[in-house]
C-alpha cells in the first residue's frame, strides 16, 4: 500500500528533476549576454524632433520605415524615435553647434556587435523568433542585427534586408554558395527554394537554425515521405534525411552523399543476401534500387520493392 501511495510523489521527482535538469542544460548553451544601451556619459533626451533639423534625408524617409510607424514610448524605450536607437541626443545636438563633426551619439559602424543587438533586443526580444536570437549562431559569431537588416530605407524591400537572400547570405556563406552551384542541388539558384525555407537566421531552437527539428523541415514540402509507413526504412527515422543526401547540393544524382547507391547502402547492409552476387555483371544487383523502389518506406513489401 505504501509504496504505492509514493509513486506520485516520485513521478512528480523525477519529473521536476528532469525538467531542472533540462533548463540546466539550456543555460549551459552559449548565448550572447544581453547589452543594454552604450552610455553616453551626461547626455539626456531632447526629442527626436531636434534631429529632424539637421538629418533632413534620414527624417524625411523615416516616416515611412515601419519603426516611423512605431510608439516607442509604449516599449519602455525612453528616448522617442530617433533616440530608442541612437541613445540620447543632448550632448551630441550641443557640440553639432560648434563641430562639423559632432560625435557623442551611437554609431552603429562603430559600436560592439554586442552593443548593437542590445539596442534592437530591446524591443524585439519579445518577438517569438527574435526572443532566442541570443543563442543563434549569428549572436554567439557576433553577426549584429544591422548587418542584415537596414533601418532607413525600409519598406524597400521585404523585412527591410539589406539584400535578399540567397544573396545577403552568401556574402557571408561563400561555401554554401559553392555548394548550391553544384550540379545535383534544391533550386536555390534558381528561385524556387530559398534558405529561409529550411532556416532562420534568429532562432537556435533547433540544430542547425533550421525551422523545424530534423526531418520535419524536409517535409513542408516532401509531405508524401512523412509516412507512416507500414513498413519503414528505420533508417530514415534513426538517422534523418541527411544520412543518405546533402541538403544544399551534390555531384550525385538525388542529392545522394555517394556517387553510387551500392556504396550508400552497402554502409549499412555488408551483409546482403548470399544471392546478392556484388560482381556479377549480369543482373546487376548494385543497382540497389532498381528492385528496392520505395527505397523511404513502404505500405505493401517489407523489402520495399512497391
Ligand atoms: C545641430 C545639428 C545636429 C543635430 C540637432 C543633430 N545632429 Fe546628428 N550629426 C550632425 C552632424 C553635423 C553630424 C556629422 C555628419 C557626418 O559626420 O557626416 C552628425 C552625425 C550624426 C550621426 C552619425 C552619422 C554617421 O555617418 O555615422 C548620427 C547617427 C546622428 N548624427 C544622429 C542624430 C540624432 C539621433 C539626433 C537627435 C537626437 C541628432 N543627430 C541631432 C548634426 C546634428
Ligand atoms: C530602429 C533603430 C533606429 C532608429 C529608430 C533610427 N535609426 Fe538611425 N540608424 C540605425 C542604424 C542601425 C544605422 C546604421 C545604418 C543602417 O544599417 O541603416 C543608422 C544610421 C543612421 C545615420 C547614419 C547615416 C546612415 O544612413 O548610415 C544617421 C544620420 C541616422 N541613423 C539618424 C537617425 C535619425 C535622425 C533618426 C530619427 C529620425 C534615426 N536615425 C532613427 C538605427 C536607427
Ligand atoms: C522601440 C522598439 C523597437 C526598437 C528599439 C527596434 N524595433 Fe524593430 N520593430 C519594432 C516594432 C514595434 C516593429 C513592427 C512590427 C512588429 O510588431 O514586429 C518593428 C519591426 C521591425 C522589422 C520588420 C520591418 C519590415 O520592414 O518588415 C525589422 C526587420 C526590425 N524591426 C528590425 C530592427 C532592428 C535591426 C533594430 C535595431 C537596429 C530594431 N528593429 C529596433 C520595434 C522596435
Ligand atoms: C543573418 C542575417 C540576419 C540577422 C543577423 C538578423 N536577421 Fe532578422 N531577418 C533576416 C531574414 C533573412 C528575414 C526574413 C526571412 C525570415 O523571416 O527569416 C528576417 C526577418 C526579420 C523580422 C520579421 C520581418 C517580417 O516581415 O516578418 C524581424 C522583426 C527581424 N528580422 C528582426 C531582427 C532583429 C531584431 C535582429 C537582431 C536581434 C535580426 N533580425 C537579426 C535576417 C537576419
Ligand atoms: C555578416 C555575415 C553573415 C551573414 C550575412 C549571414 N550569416 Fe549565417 N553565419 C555567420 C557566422 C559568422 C556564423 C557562425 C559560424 C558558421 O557556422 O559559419 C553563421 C552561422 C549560420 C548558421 C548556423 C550554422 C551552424 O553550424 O549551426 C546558419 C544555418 C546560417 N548562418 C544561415 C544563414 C542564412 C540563411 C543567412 C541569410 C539569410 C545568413 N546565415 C547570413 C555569418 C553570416
Ligand atoms: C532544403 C533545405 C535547405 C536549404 C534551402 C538550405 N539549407 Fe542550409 N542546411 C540544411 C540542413 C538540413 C542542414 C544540416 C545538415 C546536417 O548537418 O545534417 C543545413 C546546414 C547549413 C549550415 C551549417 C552546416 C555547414 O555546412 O556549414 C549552414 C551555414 C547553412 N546550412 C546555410 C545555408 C544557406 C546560406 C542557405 C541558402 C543559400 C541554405 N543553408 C539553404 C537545409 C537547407
Ligand atoms: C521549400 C520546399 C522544400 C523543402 C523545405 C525541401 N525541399 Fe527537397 N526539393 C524541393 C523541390 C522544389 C525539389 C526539386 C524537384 C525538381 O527539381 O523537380 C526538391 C528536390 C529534392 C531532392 C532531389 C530529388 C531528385 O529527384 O533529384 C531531394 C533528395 C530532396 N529534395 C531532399 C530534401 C531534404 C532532405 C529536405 C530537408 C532537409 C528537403 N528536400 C527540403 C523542395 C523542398
Ligand atoms: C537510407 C537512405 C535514405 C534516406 C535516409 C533518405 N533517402 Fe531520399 N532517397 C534515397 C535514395 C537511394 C534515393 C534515390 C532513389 C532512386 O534511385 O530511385 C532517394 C530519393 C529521394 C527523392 C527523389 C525521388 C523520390 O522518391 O521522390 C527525394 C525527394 C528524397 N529522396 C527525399 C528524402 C527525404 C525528405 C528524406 C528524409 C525524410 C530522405 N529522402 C531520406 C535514400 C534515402
Ligand atoms: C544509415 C544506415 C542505412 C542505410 C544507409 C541504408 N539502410 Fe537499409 N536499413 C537500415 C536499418 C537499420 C534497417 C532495419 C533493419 C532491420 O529491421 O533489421 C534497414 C532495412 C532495410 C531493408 C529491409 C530489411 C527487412 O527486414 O526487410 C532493406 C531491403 C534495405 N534496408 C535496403 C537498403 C538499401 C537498398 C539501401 C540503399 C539505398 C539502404 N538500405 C540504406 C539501415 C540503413
Ligand atoms: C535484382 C533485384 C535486387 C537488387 C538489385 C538488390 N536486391 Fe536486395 N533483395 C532482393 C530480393 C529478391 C530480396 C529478398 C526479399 C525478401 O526476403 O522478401 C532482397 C533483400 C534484401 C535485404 C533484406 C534481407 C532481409 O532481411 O529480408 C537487404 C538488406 C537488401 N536486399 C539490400 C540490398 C542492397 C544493399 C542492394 C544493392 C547493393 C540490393 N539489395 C540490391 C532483390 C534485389
Same mark, same amino acid.
Given at each position: 500500500?505504501?509504496?504505492?501511495?509514493?509513486?506520485?510523489?516520485?513521478?512528480?521527482?523525477?519529473?521536476?528533476?528532469?525538467?531542472?535538469?533540462l533548463?540546466?542544460?539550456?543555460?549551459?548553451?552559449?548565448?550572447?549576454?544581453?547589452?543594454?544601451?552604450?552610455?553616453?556619459?551626461?547626455?539626456?533626451?531632447?526629442?527626436?524632433?531636434?534631429?529632424?533639423?539637421?538629418?533632413?534625408?534620414?527624417?524625411?524617409?523615416?516616416?515611412?520605415?515601419?519603426?516611423?510607424?512605431?510608439?516607442?514610448?509604449?516599449?519602455?524605450?525612453?528616448?522617442?524615435?530617433?533616440?530608442?536607437?541612437?541613445?540620447?541626443?543632448?550632448?551630441?545636438?550641443?557640440?553639432?553647434?560648434?563641430?562639423?563633426?559632432?560625435?557623442?551619439?551611437i554609431?552603429?559602424?562603430?559600436?560592439?556587435?554586442?552593443?548593437?543587438?542590445?539596442?534592437?533586443?530591446?524591443?524585439?526580444r519579445?518577438?517569438?523568433?527574435?526572443?532566442?536570437?541570443?543563442?543563434?549562431?549569428?549572436a554567439?559569431?557576433?553577426?549584429?542585427?544591422?548587418?542584415?537588416?537596414?533601418?532607413?530605407?525600409?519598406?524597400?524591400?521585404?523585412?527591410?534586408?539589406?539584400?535578399?537572400?540567397?544573396?545577403?547570405?552568401?556574402?557571408?556563406?561563400?561555401?554554401?554558395?559553392?555548394?548550391?552551384?553544384?550540379?545535383?542541388?534544391?533550386?536555390?539558384?534558381?528561385?524556387?527554394?530559398?534558405?529561409?525555407?529550411?532556416?532562420?537566421s534568429?532562432?537556435?531552437?533547433?540544430?542547425?537554425?533550421?525551422?523545424?527539428a530534423?526531418?520535419?523541415?524536409?517535409?513542408?514540402?516532401h509531405?508524401?515521405?512523412?509516412?507512416?509507413?507500414?513498413?519503414? =526504412? *528505420?533508417?530514415? !527515422?534513426? %538517422?534523418?534525411? @541527411?544520412? &543518405?543526401? $546533402?541538403? #544544399?547540393?551534390?555531384?550525385?544524382? =538525388? *542529392?545522394?552523399? !555517394?556517387? %553510387?547507391?551500392? @556504396?550508400? &547502402?552497402? $554502409?549499412? #547492409?555488408?551483409?546482403?543476401?548470399?544471392?546478392?552476387?556484388?560482381?556479377?555483371?549480369?543482373?546487376?544487383?548494385?543497382?540497389?534500387?532498381?528492385?528496392?523502389?520505395?527505397?523511404?518506406?513502404?505500405?505493401?513489401?517489407?523489402?520495399?520493392?512497391?
Amino acid at each position: 500500500m505504501s509504496s504505492r501511495g509514493n509513486t506520485p510523489i516520485r513521478t512528480f521527482l523525477s519529473a521536476g528533476l528532469m525538467i531542472a535538469f533540462l533548463c540546466f542544460c539550456y543555460s549551459c548553451q552559449p548565448y550572447q549576454k544581453f547589452v543594454p544601451l552604450p552610455v553616453i556619459p551626461g547626455a539626456t533626451y531632447i526629442g527626436g524632433e531636434e534631429c529632424t533639423d539637421c538629418h533632413e534625408k534620414v527624417a524625411d524617409a523615416f516616416p515611412r520605415t515601419l519603426h516611423g510607424k512605431v510608439e516607442f514610448e509604449k516599449w519602455g524605450i525612453a528616448g522617442k524615435g530617433c533616440e530608442g536607437c541612437h541613445g540620447p541626443g543632448s550632448a551630441h545636438s550641443n557640440e553639432a553647434e560648434t563641430s562639423k563633426t559632432p560625435k557623442q551619439i551611437i554609431r552603429f559602424k562603430e559600436e560592439h556587435p554586442k552593443g548593437r543587438m542590445g539596442i534592437c533586443l530591446q524591443c524585439h526580444r519579445r518577438d517569438r523568433e527574435r526572443e532566442d536570437f541570443r543563442r543563434s549562431q549569428h549572436a554567439v559569431s557576433q553577426v549584429p542585427c544591422d548587418e542584415c537588416h537596414q533601418i532607413h530605407k525600409g519598406g524597400v524591400r521585404e523585412a527591410s534586408l539589406k539584400r535578399p537572400a540567397p544573396e545577403l547570405c552568401y556574402s557571408c556563406h561563400v561555401r554554401i554558395q559553392a555548394e548550391f552551384a553544384l550540379p545535383e542541388r534544391h533550386k536555390v539558384p534558381e528561385g524556387v527554394v530559398n534558405c529561409p525555407d529550411c532556416h532562420t537566421s534568429h532562432s537556435a531552437a533547433n540544430r542547425r537554425q533550421l525551422r523545424q527539428a530534423r526531418d520535419e523541415v524536409c517535409f513542408n514540402c516532401h509531405s508524401e515521405l512523412r509516412g507512416p509507413w507500414v513498413f519503414e =526504412h *528505420l533508417s530514415v !527515422y534513426v %538517422e534523418g534525411c @541527411s544520412t &543518405c543526401h $546533402q541538403p #544544399h547540393g551534390s555531384n550525385n544524382r =538525388h *542529392l545522394l552523399a !555517394y556517387q %553510387e547507391v551500392a @556504396s550508400l &547502402c552497402l $554502409q549499412c #547492409h555488408p551483409n546482403t543476401p548470399a544471392f546478392h552476387n556484388q560482381r556479377a555483371v549480369a543482373g546487376n544487383f548494385r543497382n540497389c534500387t532498381f528492385c528496392h523502389v520505395n527505397i523511404h518506406g513502404s505500405n505493401v513489401n517489407h523489402a520495399f520493392f512497391e
